[in-house]
Nanobody, 123 residues
Framework: VQLQASGGGLVQAGGSLRVSCRAS????????MGWFRQAPGKEREFVAS????????LYGDSVKGRFTISRGYAQNTVYLQMNSLKPEDTAVYYC?????????????????WGQGTQVTVSS
């Protein structure tokens, strides 16, 4: 199973960025998918998750109202649209494949992890 994240980069505060994650080797069509992030010196933080059918989206408090998670048509791709970015959003963003069909906020709810993509927001 491989989860390939892409789309990270450098953006100014207030800007937008979309990161994507594509799963290969195993279909996640019946599983939730999620995004976590980790900044230097900080613990991994839940960002967003989405259920197998594209419903049941959950968001971390720090990104509510600014980020939107969605799934691709084939359901094996997950996107994270990030708007109104802040310098504190700077982190490596990891996508994850869930153990179950419904979304969850704990890292223990996921058993497949991608390599991460760097998002840097300048002030």
């Amino acid at each position: 199973v491989q989860l390939q994240a892409s789309g990270g980069g450098l953006v100014q505060a207030g800007g937008s960025l979309r990161v994507s994650c594509r799963a290969s080797g195993r279909a996640f069509t019946n599983n939730a998918m999620g995004w976590f992030r980790q900044a230097p010196g900080k613990e991994r933080e839940f960002v967003a998750s989405i259920g197998w059918n594209g419903g049941g989206a959950l968001y971390g408090d720090s990104v509510k109202g600014r980020f939107t998670i969605s799934r691709g048509y084939a359901q094996n791709t997950v996107y994270l649209q990030m708007n109104s970015l802040k310098p504190e959003d700077t982190a490596v963003y990891y996508c994850a494949g869930g153990r179950r069909s419904y979304s969850g906020i704990s890292a223990n709810d996921y058993n497949s992890w991608g390599q991460g993509t760097q998002v840097t927001v300048s002030s």
